[in-house]
């Protein structure tokens, strides 16, 4: 079955990560195709060789949807995968208008809660052409089904899953060597955090907790990723002298060393559809520690804080630092084994909402 997967970018999120790892499971598979919409600075790089960009940074045009047109046809493209909100009005204007018997999937990895009235709205207009929805999680799940009239049918749960083995190597990599290129002390305690630098991922609670831990000198803060906000964090950074407190390393791709110089990660998302990072972490045995309203969006009960609250957040990084040095490091055999069973899950689903 050929299927094309359209995205709106390749920029550096959680959607686009999963297709990266998808893609590069399936290196040898010429049949799945992915079709970016517009190109960014910067963009992931996926080693498959069936990965295209249309050539402009322009968010509304409708230009690419020529180009499409004479993709579907030259690949006999069965079935239209598509991944966040500009690639799904794509997908359901190609079938509606061009492509009737083509099959529709739309693929929900949490911007529901970005869009609460909007995208549900358009998924209710876009239910009677589409053949499967995807959800990221059973909360994901479950929003789409009170939302969606009718479309329960349609709806499958396909957890986001990582690449487990890739962080297998966090272990094989010299802690104290990657520690002292970013001049990070063996003592220290290291709270890591990755994502994209928008007001949902909470970096501002972030900062506000590594204020209220200034006088804790073996407490650092390492902060991976980029964003909208990165010039306002950055500025509160320095409104509360944090330079020596925070390291910020803006884009890492080298992800396996990063977690291998943290000794904990930090999820202060206000939302998620279902969190990569925790999922790399504790595959590469990092401790998580995360806002209490993501509780229902993972596949472990790991520590919680107070939802946008600072001061409960540095209480609670205090508390694990206590635990971790203790040696007792929150674990789950269990989840370990159903993160590597993630992946299998993912692509049996795939082939299930492929034949709707």
């Known amino acids: 079955m050929k299927v094309l997967h359209i995205i709106d970018t390749l920029w550096l999120g959680g959607a686009q990560t999963v297709m990266k790892t998808y893609l590069e499971k399936e290196k040898s598979n010429s049949d799945i195709f992915l079709y970016a ?118 709806i499958f749960l396909l957890p986001n ?29 290291v709270v890591g955090f990755a994502g994209r630098i928008v007001k949902r991922k909470g970096w501002h609670e972030l900062i506000e907790a590594a204020h209220l831990l200034k006088s804790e000198k073996n407490i650092r803060f390492l902060i991976s990723g980029i964003g909208p906000e990165q010039k306002k964090m950055l500025q509160l950074i320095d409104k509360y002298d944090l330079g020596k407190k925070i390291i910020y390393r803006g884009y890492v791709s080298d992800m396996p060393e990063f977690y291998a110089t943290t000794d904990c990660l930090v999820l202060p998302s206000h939302w998620e559809g279902m969190s990569l990072s925790q999922q790399e972490a504790f595959a590469s045995g990092v401790p998580v520690l995360i806002s209490e309203n993501l509780s229902d969006t993972t596949q472990h009960s790991f520590p919680t804080f107070k939802n946008r609250d600072a001061a409960d957040l540095a209480k609670k990084i205090t508390a694990l630092r206590t635990r971790v040095l203790e040696g007792n490091i929150p674990s789950d055999p269990k989840l370990l084994a159903t993160l590597k069973n993630n992946e299998q899950l993912f692509m049996a689903g795939l082939e299930q909402a492929y034949k709707l």
């Open 161 to 189: 899953f990582v690449d487990t083995d890739i962080f297998k190597s966090v272990n094989a990599i010299d802690k104290k060597t990657v520690r002292e290129k970013l001049g990070i002390g063996a003592n220290d305690f």
């Open 37 to 154: 919409l517009r190109q960014t600075n910067p963009m992931i790089a996926i080693s498959h060789e069936n990965v295209f960009v249309y050539p402009s940074s322009s968010k509304y045009s409708f230009s690419p949807m020529k180009t499409l047109r004479k993709f579907i046809v030259e690949n006999k493209i069965e079935v239209l995968h598509c991944h966040l909100p500009r690639s799904q009005v794509f997908g359901f204007l190609l079938k509606r208008f061009f492509f009737p018997e083509i099959k529709l999937v739309l693929h929900e990895q949490g911007i529901i809660y970005d869009h609460p009235v909007v995208l549900p709205f358009l998924f209710r207009i876009f239910n009677r052409k589409v053949n499967a929805f995807i959800a990221c999680s059973a909360k994901n799940r479950d929003d789409l089904t009170r939302k969606i009239k009718n479309g329960e049918k349609k």
